[in-house]
């Protein structure tokens, strides 16, 4: 006779009944910035003093439309001038030339450490410094006294200010500190390739700007192209300081001076930010599809990168 086991005899457990986790906090943080978003909302439809029929009106006005234009072109300018240093002085830092490579810091050390509105200025006043700008041969007002000669050896000369606008002055206040930015993303970049991938395309004699071009930099863009979006965006926010300089036909200087003219300043405000938000989002956009395209030449560029080093290990 079988001797009966501990568990012989005992009833089956019951079903185990799965209570969900409750959040009551997550309900009542909702509850909370819903009514808070509802009394966002309240306020700008009662307060008069958003006074949205005269924003409307304005908003579109000539000068403004004009200023936009003046924005965006700004923004293109000064990122294409920023992204062509950037990848100068890059080269620049990773060369093997120690008077190359420290020219290079000392202008993303300057250019990252004083504020783009103090260089906006700086530029804006840079008539104060030099009234005429001249093309000639350097130091003629110490050789050529010492060689005898009289007069000196300029042969070009024109008033500062007819060269530095105040949209010429705007154009290098932001476009030289972009570079500066520009340089330490392209750097950044370039140091994430792998130094092997170089090693096999100059086993393949490939030179080193055709490796820059068709090795380096194509796999470098996944690392660079992502901030660079963010640059732009900043960029284009950015060119609301050169009201300081001033270049009166930007966006931000329209919509004061509309205000100031008026005497109801603060609806030109809320306008100047719907416009940016509206730019600015179209650029995220932009930016969205341009990542994606990148990635797809990133992983053309590894599997020629591949092909490659299979020849030269052969």
Known sequence: MSTPTPTEGRAAPEPIKAVPVRHPGRWIAAAVLLVLAAMFVNMLVTNDKFNWPFLLENMFSPPVLYGVWTTLKL?????????????????????????????????TWFFRAVPR???????????????????????????????????????????????????????????????????????????????GQTEAAQALGMGRGLILRRITLPQALRVIVPPTGNEVTAMLKDTSLVSAIPLTTELFFQLQAIG???????????????????????????????????????????????????????
């Open 75 to 107: 923004t293109v300018l000064a990122m294409a001038v920023g992204i062509s240093l950037g990848i100068a002085v890059a080269v620049m830092r990773l060369s093997g030339n120690p008077i190359l490579a420290g020219l290079a810091w000392v202008y």
């Open 117 to 195: 509105l103090v260089l906006c200025v700086l530029f804006g006043n840079m008539g104060i410094l030099y009234q005429n700008l001249e093309l000639g041969l350097p130091f003629d007002n110490y050789w050529m006294p010492a060689l005898g000669l009289d007069g000196d050896a300029r042969f070009y000369s024109v008033p500062m200010n007819e060269v530095l606008t105040p949209f010429m002055a705007a154009l290098l206040a932001l476009a030289l500190s972009q570079g500066a930015y520009m340089a330490e993303i392209v750097r950044a970049g370039l140091l994430s390739v792998d130094k």
């Open 260 to 314: 100031n003219r008026t005497f109801d300043l603060f609806p030109m405000l809320v306008a100047a930010c719907l416009w940016y938000l509206a730019i600015t989002s179209l650029l995220m956009v932009g930016q969205f599809f341009l990542e994606r395209s990148f990635t797809r030449g990133d992983r053309s560029a590894q599997a020629e990168v591949t092909i490659m080093q299979s020849k030269a290990g052969h």
